[in-house]
């Protein structure tokens, strides 16, 4: 995510690298090819240039200071800083007063609002403590209802729906009065995907929205999209006047126009962000954070978030108990390998850790990374898994032809096992440090460079 634009911006404060202090000319050449960099990401050369003026102006406003500050480094802080005001400043709530709370989603097709509103459903679910009920107010896509369905259940979350009923406002409003008598106390409505340009879903859209008169309206935007989602959110918010955007696949391919601009041309801010598929990885949007990892800085505040998340205390202490011990099993492997999916996307946790970002730039890491080694304990019977040390060469052979790998990968993965767990235990005794390096790449069963 936004890997190409980082690398610009980097080039464009590698200018000032050298400079004692910030001057007109060091300055000029600087915003220059930021400039570049922001028109490269899709964004529009008006806003651009606009952005531009202002980090210039706040950097000859530094010109003749003189302190320890470089003046990459005093650039790199001014940049930040103007990217987080372009965002919106900060993070926005979303309104959940209403008897039920009623949230509409909206968006183009294919941006992916179905997956998004059981991700929404999730993340109140589990996140507010709240009890949500879904809609499924699609009326036109082959198996719209039923996707929403699978992902109902997969969430344990009821979907609303009414057979042989092609009215998306009655579906709505009769999906209302069900969570009313139902003690359901948020409604998500997913309704159809529509193109602006077609100005009978346009006014489907917004008849729906008069007749619920929704808390929320969300208009859900793929980030791949660029400056076209931008122009079409504003299409969209001129006929329902939302309250907020939703990115998606921001795990994709994106320049980064979308999440750079979609507030200042609509005013509308970013509330929700989206990577992958699974049902765990939907976020709040934080301007600051996202500031921070446009530059190349991380995003640590949120990595703790996550990792709190699926914190168990109970669990953990357990695990301790056992690292001490030297008792750390495959059965224990599997279980951190199950909350770190939960985290999300791989490659985007590790661009969170200041650093990484640029150290797995070059590494094939999704959210199959670990699928081998999962392979390989699965393979395994349960007296294995608990007991790695009676791992023999019979055994071993028996795994490799379970899991469909050589015995090479077999015998270099009990091996990196066998490191960590050595590594664990010694800094759970205060004698040394590692890393898991190795583990998760290097030649190892997880990662392809």
């Given amino acids: 995510m936004f890997e190409s634009l980082n690398d610009r911006l980097e080039g464009a404060f590698k200018n000032l690298k050298g400079h004692g202090r910030l ?19 899709d964004v529009n050369y008006k806003i651009a240039k606009e952005f531009t003026d202002k980090v210039k102006d706040k950097a000859l406003g530094q010109e003749n200071v003189l302190n320890a500050v470089r003046p990459g480094e005093m650039m790199v802080k001014i940049v930040q800083d103007e990217l987080t005001e372009l965002m919106g400043g900060q993070a926005e709530g979303i309104n959940l007063n209403g008897k039920p709370s009623t949230i509409l989603v909206a ?11 059981g991700k929404l459903a999730k ?17 036109y896509r082959p198996a ?21 009923n092609k009215d998306p406002v009655e579906i709505a409003l009769q999906g209302i009065a069900h969570a009313k008598a139902n003690n359901f106390n948020v409604v998500i409505i997913d309704t159809a ?22 808390n929320e309206a969300l208009f859900v935007v793929d980030a791949m999209t660029g ?5 079409t959110a504003k299409a969209f918010n001129d006929v329902i006047d939302y ?67 699926q914190y168990d205390e109970k669990e953990a202490q357990k695990l301790e108990r056992k690292i001490k011990k030297n008792k750390f099993d495959f059965n224990d492997f599997l279980s951190q390998i199950a909350q770190l999916r939960k985290m999300g996307d791989l490659k985007g946790l590790m661009s969170m850790i200041p650093g990484m970002g640029k150290m797995t730039k070059d590494l ?56 960590m767990k050595k590594m664990m235990h010694m800094m759970s005794k205060g004698k040394g440090m590692g890393n898991l390096q190795n583990m998760l790449g290097g030649g190892g069963p997880g990662m392809r460079r």
Avoid: W
């Avoid at 968006?107 to 509103?117: E, Y």
């Avoid at 598929?277 to 530059?295: C, G, N, S, W, Y």
């Fill in 364 to 419: 094939d890491i999704d959210d199959s990374a670990f699928n081998k080694v999962e392979a390989i304990i699965f393979s395994m019977t349960k007296h294995e898994r608990e007991n790695p040390e009676v791992l023999n060469m019979s055994r071993k052979r028996r795994i490799a032809k379970g899991c469909g790998q050589n015995l090479h990968e077999i015998n270099m993965f009990i091996k990196q096992f066998d490191q």
């Fill in 193 to 214: 995907g529509r193109l602006a340009i077609d100005e009978a879903m346009m006014n489907e859209i917004s008849n729906i929205n008069e007749a619920v008169d929704p």
């Fill in 227 to 231: 400056q076209d989602a931008v122009n």
């Fill in 23 to 41: 001057s007109e000319v060091n300055i000029a050449q600087s915003v220059k090819e930021i400039r570049r960099a922001l028109v490269a990401a």
């Fill in 123 to 139: 993340f109140l679910k589990s996140k507010k403590k709240l009890s949500p009920l879904l809609i499924a107010g699609d009326v």
């Fill in 144 to 164: 719209a209802i039923n996707q929403l369905q699978v992902i109902g259940e997969q969430i344990k979350v009821p979907v609303f729906t009414i057979e042989d």
């Fill in 107 to 117: 968006g183009l097709q294919g941006s992916g609002k179905t997956t998004f509103s």
């Fill in 243 to 309: 309250d907020g955007v939703v990115l998606t696949k921001l795990d994709g391919d994106t320049r980064g126009g979308a999440a750079l601009t979609v507030k200042y041309t609509v005013g509308k801010p970013i509330k929700f962000t989206s990577a992958g598929e699974t049902m765990d990885t939907l976020d709040v949007f934080h301007p600051e954070r996202m500031a921070q990892r446009i530059l190349g800085m991380g995003d640590i505040v949120s990595f703790v978030e996550k990792a709190q998340e």
